[in-house]
Structure formats: C-alpha cells, structure tokens
C-alpha cells in the first residue's frame, strides 16, 4: 500500500482499507518495540511542525514519532504574532515548504486551513487538528486503542458523550468508525449537538444513564470553554451532574467496555479521578498508542524528497 | 580558502575572493543536493541561536541548515523576560559559550551587538541580523540568488525599494553588491533615506516608475512598522501608492529581471499578489537559497572544538 | 555503582560514595574531552525536560548533556496556560511518560512536586529545581566545581551569603556539603534566614567582612525578587551595601579562595564586574561544569527502557 507523497487532511482521504494497513503496521510496530527508540536510522528526512494553534501534546507526539524514524524535527510556533508578522497563512506554509522539509504537519484554529495549503504546496501535509473540523490522526490513533481491545471495529457501540459540535475530535471519529462499521451514538446538550448529526449517520441522545450499558466504547470529549462562541451549557456543575462519567456512572459501564477521552481531561468535569483509576479508562494508553500511530503515518505519508 | 574559527558580523568581514568562494560552495550544494538532507554526518558538533528577537524566519532556516550538517542545535529564546533575569548580553553570551558549542548565530535589536559580543568570545559569530546595522547572511543569499540568475554580480544595476535607513537588509545588501562591482540605486520616501546614503556610494532616488525599467534586480524591503521611531510615512496607502510594486509597475520591470524580498512580505504593501505570482519574483527562492548558504557558512565559519 | 532507573529529587536520594562516584566520573569526563561533542552514540535514548518554570540556563544545559550522550530531547515549555488546560501536573507527567521518554527533568515552583511525580511514574525523575526545596544538580556541579580546585571537599570552609530562606540552590549545597564533610556558614539578613538555619548544622552570620577571610569558598546566591512574598530587604542598594561582593571585599577574600554563583548574576547587586573578571571568581565554570556533570547524571540514571 502506497501512501508516500500523500496528504492527510481527513479521514475521507482514506479508504477502508488502507485505514486496515496503517492499524496494521501500527499493531507491528508496538509488538516489535521493546519501549526503546530504534537507535535512529539516519534517514536524513525532516518535518516541519507548523502549529498556528499551541498544542504542546499533540506537537510532542509527532516529535516523539518523528525522533523514531530519526526524523529531523523542525518546531515552527506560528501562534506568537511575530511568526505571522502579517505574513499570510498560504505566504508562511510556502515559506516552511522552501526550506525543505518532507512533510507538513499543520495545526490551525480555521476549518479547511490544512487542505487548503495542501493543494499549494508539493510535500505532503498532515493534518494535527483544524478548527471544528477534523482531527485525522486523533481518529486513527482512538481506532487503533479500540481495535487493539477488541480485535474489531465494525459491530461495535460507540457512545460519544460531550460538545459534538464543537469537536474535531468527534468529527473524525464519527468519519472513521462508521466506514469501519461500528454504530455511533452521541449524547450531550442539545445545544452543544450539531444540527445536522444525525445525516452524519448516528443516532443522538441526550440520556447518558439509558444508553451506557449498550456501549462498547465511552468517549468523553473535553469541554473547550475557549471553543464555545458562546456559554451552551448553564454551568460545568451542570454538566458533570447530566454528562460527567462518575462513580455512579461507571457502574453502568460494561465490565469490558473501554473507557476514552483525547485529553486533556479536566479531572471532575468530563471524567472523576475515580473513574481515571478504572483498568477501563485507557487515556494513557492512548497517548502512548498516538506515537506509535504517528510515527507509522509520518513513515508511510512522507514520500520521498522532492 | 580557511574561514574556520572567524566570526561574521559583517560583510566587511569578507573579501572579495571570500564571497565569491561562499558563492561557488553554495552553487556546488545546490547542484549537487537532491532536496534531501545528506545522512546527518555524526559531525558532533554543535551551534547556538541566540536571538535577542523574535525571528521565526531566520532561526529555522539556520536550524534548517545545521541539520543538513548534522549539527546539535542548541536553541536559545532570548526575548523572554526570564531568559535575561536582569543578566546582561555579554554575560548571556559568556554563559552560553560555556556550554561549549562550536559557534553562536546571534540576533539582536542593538547594532554592534554581535561584533561586541564577538571580541568577547573565542569562538565563531555569527550575525544573524543586528538593529538597522547589518544582515550579512541575508546579503549573502540574496547575491547567490542574484548570481544563480546571471551568473555574474558585477555591472548589474540593482534597485532597491523602501525604508533604506531602517533596513539591515539593505544596508548588509548595499555593501557586498557594491564590493562586487554592482550599480545600486535606492528608492523611497526622502524621510526613509539615510541621510549619508550617496556616501555609500549609491544613487538616490524617490520617482520609482522612472527607475525600473532599468533595473536587473529590484529588491523591495519590507515595511517594518516596529522599527521606525515615528511614523515617517503619511499612510501604508500612500507608501503603496508611490512605492509598492503593483501591476502596472511590473509592465516597466524588464523582462529578464528579477525581483526579491527578504520577507516576510505584506502583500499588498510592497508587493501585490500578482507579483508573487510573476515568474521574476524569486521571493521563495530566496529562502531555499537561504538554508544553502547558511549551510556552508556554518560548515565554513564553525571551526575545530576549543 | 547502579544508579540506573532511580530518580533524583533531593540530595539525601545519593549516599556519600554515589557522590564521590558522580564527581569522579564527570573528572574524567572533562579530562578526556577535547571539548568535542562525541560524535553522538545514536543511544536511541530520549529525555523529556518538563518546565513548569521557565529556565533558558538549566534548561539549555541539560539539552546540551543530552547532545553529548546522542539522547533526544522532548522540550515540554509547561510554563505557558496553554500547556495546562486545566490538566493536573500529575496528568501532565503521566502523559508525557505515555510518550515513552527514558526520563523526565522536572522543574516546578511547587516544593516536592518532582517527588510525588517520581512516586507516579516508572522512569527515573531528575529535579531541575521545586521551589524552594532542592535543586540538587546544581549542588552536583557546585560540589565538582570545589573539589576540582581543592581536590577535596571534607574540611573545607564554605560561605553562603544571600537570601538563605528563599534558596534551593543554598538547600541543596548545604545537604551536599556537609554530607561530603565541608563547614558551612550561611551569612544574609537575618529576614532572610530561615528560623531553623542552625538545626540543618549550619553557622549563621550577618556580618559579611568578618567572615570572609576564612571562606575556601563564597558562594553568593541571587537576589530573586520574584520568589519573595514580600520585599524583606529595605533595598537593593542596601542589599549590596551590606552583603555585596564589592572591590573592597575582594581585598579580604583569601588568594586561593574561590566565589561562585548559580547564575544568572545581578551584576552590581550580588557581585561587582570587578569581582567577575577576578580569577577566582568561576562562575563561567560553574557553567561549563554544569553540562559535564548532567552528561554525567543523565548517563547514570537513565536506565533501560521500560
């Protein structure tokens, strides 16, 4: 399967089964890793992280994959007014692009930004997280945790509990475990639920307490105060009180289930420490699984140099 | 030609036969690099960015550089307040000198800064931009993007366009082009001329249209706002206006010209988007060339370990 | 001597004979360096350095050990509210340890939290300094900073002089002296003393000229404005009236004494210019040494991957 050269800007970039090779190799790739770095290759390629929104996990995460391959490592911190200095978007990528990097990993608070500049650039972009739109790599990375559990995506109950609206997270999960085949559900506040759901092919709720004991896989979302146009919710208290996994709560969760959230978790409002402690809640395990999955996407999307 | 263990603080630092032997190097890199960066050679060395200012731009196209070396690069943030700590420069610099890498690129907002600081230190500096005073790196990538094109320097007649008495582009420019036999002739609002500019040995002008047709090279510099003590010009408009490089004015540049900017450009202001689009605007290869002469300056300038 | 998968949080983690260990080994280290980087080992090893603080100078010391020993560097800025996002330390710790770092450097204003993180993690913890608590790679490199010039420690009279109360480094130093059998007197205003100065075995001082002449070493420590509730000297001025390191003074310190200071140095507060360019005044060593022996600790501690 030939992805080299590609960009990655959403999970509809892909199909059905090239998302099988990379969980694959993904799967590979932990089973062959003793925690250890692979002493680096020296592959003599680099990528830019071009990140115009901070985001110091998911930037560590493909820096981490990256030190893997033996990748050199370029930091463009482009949230600072003075990496801008009025500088267009499309003016700076291509700038980044000159330098010469093999691949783009782009962060960007504007839907579509990242498949915009991937259409003017020649190296392949990946897409770290734009705007309300997509999270691709997130996705893949949740997907790969799910299917590690279970050995299997398609037939599972997916409940997504939390801001559907506001949520790239959830966007590209949704994408990605319906062309799985797995059912997804997704429950929170009416407000916070995007009109248009349930032409994206899941049901909706807005009863947490009825619909747990179904679900194979709980994913939290975190409430992003900083996202909200404007307050949806009457107040984080309220929140917890109707969409919180708390102790109560967990006790409706399926003894097998897995616990999800893509971090970071505000402990006591989306998840109770209590329920962090649950062998269920594999929030670390995601992280962990995040490098090994980008480090086979940084592998299989970076092509070779123009 | 032995460079090693120098410092460059200025293009009077240089001879003649030096530029044209960094420019020779850095034609051979180019030719001879397929885009890719060579397998890091385990070189064990290692260098310091010190930027007293924010530069995004010029920081990563040295790291870019150092990597192709297989450099350490040891990244330094002065513009934070807790980097100084009430710490003077030369302290700063002595204590970064003790962790022992092999040179220091060093950006400041003071002129003279680097050449201080260099008389301080036994190992190599390098200016990367200092005050309105000099940014010979720049200078040097501009005229190996200017000898890429016609293979020559001397005899050319470069025009160069804005605010001359705060640009260290233009002033790092003027020198080395002079010294290498070009005709250079400087354009822009008489309240942004140095008042000593004929001394330098260039012409002045402030009709642009008048100008271009006979220019090889025209060199916009960037309108930079935060560096000048006043306004000293009546609007952006009116600078535009007058002295932006627009549609119409590109009818009067000569077919087989060039036209660069040490960006980041604001377009629309010194160029408009038209003009990038125009083959003869080398603004993009100016930054690839870039990382190639800062990649033989510091593999020619970064001498053996003290 | 093992030291491999602890961690070091405090001076009382290390014995006697793993301090005479560590000082010996970073001896060699400096002996056999030609003030090269080892062209690096390609260990495969990575360190992530986590800075709920912000430090450029301990920060860029540990990067350069890690250059040394050829580890990747995962550089987590924790200082800005980005990185947090409401997440605990303890998350943020156990998220970068998902990350699969060899190890964690720690700095954090909270005194213990890189204890209670080391309890939580299963890599080894170096404290970079919490607080007011410890900072025990800086009493590490003090200590190595002594014996180098002494050839010993046990014996040796030590002068601290500063603001005792609000100083790890001070904490740390006064552990590790006398644990290796130094005398230690500590020498401030006594609103700068902490109450219990003589339970740690310590002689206490205010009068700076009559202690001076039987100093080995004077160590004056920074004045950190920031790290004081409330302003608990009269001035600046009257600091360094009384507690400076002056001209004068110099005159009393003993010909073969050395003055040390952890850096950055408030020139004219703490110690005059005069007194920087005396010989025995060796804080750039302090610098140089600092990086020896982090390569040193790093090499040690940082054990097989999980």
């Given at each position: 399967?030939n992805?080299?050269?590609r960009?990655?800007?959403d999970i509809?970039d892909?199909?059905r089964e090239?998302?099988?090779f990379?969980?694959?190799?993904t799967?590979?790739?932990k089973?062959n890793?003793?925690g250890?770095l692979?002493?680096p290759?020296g592959?003599g ?5 071009l990140?115009?929104e901070p985001?110091?996990?998911?930037r560590t995460s493909f820096?981490?994959a990256?030190f893997?391959?033996?990748f050199?490592v370029l ?5 600072s ?6 500088e267009?978007?499309?003016?700076t990528?291509?700038?980044?692009e000159?330098l010469?990097p093999?691949?783009m990993?782009?962060?960007h608070?504007?839907?579509g930004i990242p498949l ?9 972009v990946?897409n770290a997280g734009?705007?309300f739109?997509?999270?691709p ?10 299917h590690?559990?279970f050995?299997?995506?398609?037939g599972?109950?997916v409940l997504?509990?939390?801001d559907?609206?506001h ?11 319906r ?5 997804v559900k997704?429950?929170?506040p009416?407000?916070l ?5 349930t032409?994206?092919?899941?049901e909706?709720?807005?009863?947490l307490?009825?619909?747990l004991g179904?679900a194979?896989v ?6 992003q105060?900083?996202?909200q146009s404007?307050?949806?919710v009457?107040?984080l208290?309220e929140?917890?009180t ?5 102790e ?12 999800l959230?893509?971090g970071p978790?505000?402990?006591?409002v989306e ?6 402690r649950?062998p269920r809640c594999?929030v670390?395990?995601q992280?962990?699984n ?5 480090t086979?996407l ?5 092509g070779?140099?123009?």
């Amino acid at each position: 399967m030939n992805l080299s050269g590609r960009s990655l800007t959403d999970i509809s970039d892909l199909s059905r089964e090239e998302i099988v090779f990379l969980l694959t190799k993904t799967k590979s790739l932990k089973e062959n890793s003793r925690g250890d770095l692979p002493s680096p290759r020296g592959s003599g390629k680099s990528v830019a992280l071009l990140f115009f929104e901070p985001s110091t996990r998911t930037r560590t995460s493909f820096e981490m994959a990256a030190f893997r391959l033996g990748f050199r490592v370029l930091n463009l911190d482009a949230t600072s007014s003075s990496a801008q200095k009025g500088e267009t978007i499309y003016d700076t990528a291509k700038n980044v692009e000159a330098l010469r990097p093999h691949g783009m990993v782009i962060r960007h608070s504007g839907s579509g930004i990242p498949l915009q500049i991937s259409k003017l650039l020649k190296i392949p972009v990946i897409n770290a997280g734009d705007g309300f739109h997509a999270h691709p790599t997130q996705a893949l990375l949740d997907a790969f945790t799910i299917h590690e559990k279970f050995g299997k995506i398609s037939g599972l109950n997916v409940l997504i509990v939390g801001d559907i609206a506001h949520s790239r997270v959830a966007r590209s999960n949704i994408s990605l475990l319906r062309m799985m085949g797995a059912k997804v559900k997704v429950c929170g506040p009416p407000t916070l639920i995007p009109p248009l759901a349930t032409e994206l092919g899941v049901e909706v709720t807005d009863k947490l307490d009825d619909n747990l004991g179904s679900a194979d896989v709980v994913m939290a979302l975190r409430m992003q105060m900083e996202r909200q146009s404007s307050f949806q919710v009457p107040s984080l208290k309220e929140y917890t009180t109707r969409f919180g996994i708390t102790e109560e709560r967990l006790g409706l969760v399926k003894k097998d289930a897995i616990i999800l959230h893509p971090g970071p978790v505000n402990r006591g409002v989306e998840i109770m420490s209590v329920v962090m402690r649950d062998p269920r809640c594999q929030v670390i395990d995601q992280v962990e699984n995040g490098v090994l999955m980008r480090t086979v996407l940084l592998e299989e999307f970076l092509g070779a140099p123009l």
